[in-house]
């Protein structure tokens, strides 16, 4: 063997070492489903939303799984799903009950709609720290039809490395509350220290939050803020910002918008800003841009975005859509402005309010005014889709560097520095069709793949809050290509080898 040789097979061998060793949890929240009654024909069935490539793919899926409202999935490092729940029972990564997954949330609510539950956010999935494989599903019904209100907060535990890596539920409907909550709105935000998370939900006719705490040691439940104004039996939507540093919670009929400031240290809300939004609607969503600078407010008839940072939000309202008239596939079922979600894309997707074969989509959503580009039923889709937007928290945000918190010397998303270790490519060598991961940032980044002659032969914007993205280069001639990603004055670069 020549000298040559031989060293390129020692490249070889470290590049294979590197990109296959230890992986960041980097595809978790990359793939959302949707979809229901797939015994029927097309445009019934399953539809799937994939991000993993960095922009939306669309695909048809036969499961036994039906999706409203109430919709949480995660997904394995590469994006391949493990289990989902629709509220009412958890699917497998088949589409099938899990083993214990049935009966979720006991009600006549849920017996009515064992098809899946129309919850805004009644159901999040989270990883138990320091655990691998094992997930909270936080989640609860309606269990009170005349006042509208849960009864209990829930917990279910899985353990995906039961029943061959389908996984299994060894304990389910564990109450963590028993009081009046108001319906849905159960979300979270990782804790300070990059490890933990805070989950909360609020109760019924009050102005007060149930505070949770997820440890290694499981849920505790810390008791209730009192802050802002009182909420009755109330849908909608809450959302924390990317960043973790503010809170928005909106319902359209009366009490409308508000948003906090949030302290991940202590997990207490602040500065409470109410907003009187002056129309005739009764649902609605929110959610942020990327960048936590600019929030977003579908309300059935109209879309509003409010810059966050200005010194009096309320008069930074641009009333930036109003519904066009638009049916899909046509009367009665309009196209309106219903929850929403921030995607890995960088992009907002909005639901319609209806089963339709659309989606609304802001597409660039850390730009003021009109100039986010909200383009109404954007998004054409394969099968009805009815309002199911995934529950999905900033799985990446990692600790408060600095603060008194962030005492557990671990970085789960953010870092100040970063090595070229923690950029892998995978497989590598490669046909030309592989996979890029990386640490979330909390601002825009750049890939830039170059051949062994230093030419540019593929570029790609990297969104905030992205840690994975699929790339394809089977034009390519065989040889040595250089990866490099860039955030601002960060640069970060690995090496893939196309091979024939």
């Given at each position: 063997m020549r000298v040559t040789d031989h060293c390129s097979w020692l490249l070889l061998l470290v590049l294979l070492y590197c990109c296959t060793s230890v992986k960041a949890q980097q595809g978790i929240n990359n793939l959302w489903l949707g979809g229901f009654e797939d015994e029927s024909p097309p445009p019934w069935g399953g539809v799937n939303l994939d991000f993993i490539s960095g922009s939306l793919s669309l695909s048809t899926m036969t499961r036994e799984i039906d999706f409203v409202r109430t919709n949480a999935n995660i997904s394995s490092n590469d994006g391949t799903l493990l289990f989902c729940t629709n509220g009412a029972y958890i699917g497998d990564a088949l589409g099938d009950t899990m083993v214990n997954g049935a009966d979720l949330n006991p009600?006549?609510?849920?017996?009515?709609?064992?098809?899946?539950?129309?919850?805004?956010?009644?159901?999040?999935i989270l990883p138990k720290p320091e655990s691998d494989g094992?997930?909270?599903?936080?989640?609860?019904?309606?269990?009170?039809?005349?006042?509208?209100?849960?009864?209990?907060?829930?917990?279910?535990?899985?353990?995906?490395?039961?029943?061959?890596?389908?996984?299994?539920?060894?304990?389910?409907?564990?109450?963590?509350?028993?009081?009046?909550?108001?319906v849905g709105k159960i979300t979270s935000v990782r804790h300070a220290n990059g490890r933990d998370w805070w989950v909360f939900c609020h109760k019924k006719d009050t102005n007060e939050f149930y505070r949770l705490l997820l440890t290694p040691e499981g849920v505790q439940v810390l008791g209730t803020q009192a802050i802002g104004i009182v909420r009755y039996g109330d849908l909608g939507?809450?959302?924390?910002?990317?960043?973790?540093?503010?809170?928005?919670?909106?319902?359209?009929?009366?009490?409308?918008?508000?948003?906090?400031?949030?302290?991940?240290?202590?997990g207490l809300f602040s500065t409470p800003v109410h907003i009187a939004i002056e129309d005739q609607n009764s649902q609605g969503g929110v959610a942020f841009s990327p960048n936590s600078r600019y929030l977003y407010v579908p309300s059935v008839e109209d879309v509003y975005q409010y810059d966050t940072e200005a010194s009096d939000i309320s008069a930074s309202m641009v009333h930036i859509a109003q519904w066009d008239g638009f049916y899909s596939p046509s009367p009665p079922f309009a196209t309106l402005f219903d929850i929403a979600q921030l995607a890995p894309d960088g992009k907002v997707y909005i639901s319609t309010g209806n089963g339709t074969l659309h989606l609304h989509v802001i597409n660039n959503p850390d730009m003021q005014g009109f100039d986010c580009n909200i383009v109404q039923h954007g998004i054409e889709l394969p099968r009805y889709f009815a309002n199911s937007l995934p529950n999905h928290p900033n799985y990446h945000l990692g600790p408060v560097d600095g603060s008194v918190c962030d005492s557990l010397g671990i970085n789960v998303g953010v870092a100040e520095q970063q090595n070229n270790a923690s950029v892998k490519a995978f497989p590598n060598p490669t046909n030309g069709n592989f996979q890029v991961t990386y640490p979330a940032h909390a601002t825009v980044g750049s890939l830039n793949i170059l051949d062994a002659h230093g030419k540019v032969v593929y570029q790609h914007r990297i969104p905030q809050w992205s840690t994975v993205h699929a790339v394809q280069l089977p034009e390519q001639a065989p040889g040595m290509y250089h990866c490099r990603l860039a955030w601002g004055s960060e640069k970060l670069t690995t090496r893939i080898v196309i091979q024939e």
């Open positions: 009600s006549d609510y849920t017996s009515l709609y064992a098809e899946g539950l129309n919850i805004p956010q009644g159901c999040l094992i997930y909270f599903l936080i989640h609860g019904t309606i269990d009170d039809f005349a006042g509208q209100n849960a009864a209990y907060l829930y917990l279910t535990t899985v353990d995906m490395s039961l029943n061959g890596g389908l996984g299994a539920v060894t304990s389910k409907n564990e109450v963590l509350i028993n009081d009046l909550l108001n939507q809450v959302c924390f910002s990317p960043n973790g540093t503010k809170f928005a919670y909106y319902w359209g009929d009366g009490e409308d918008l508000e948003i906090f400031g949030f302290d991940r240290c202590n």
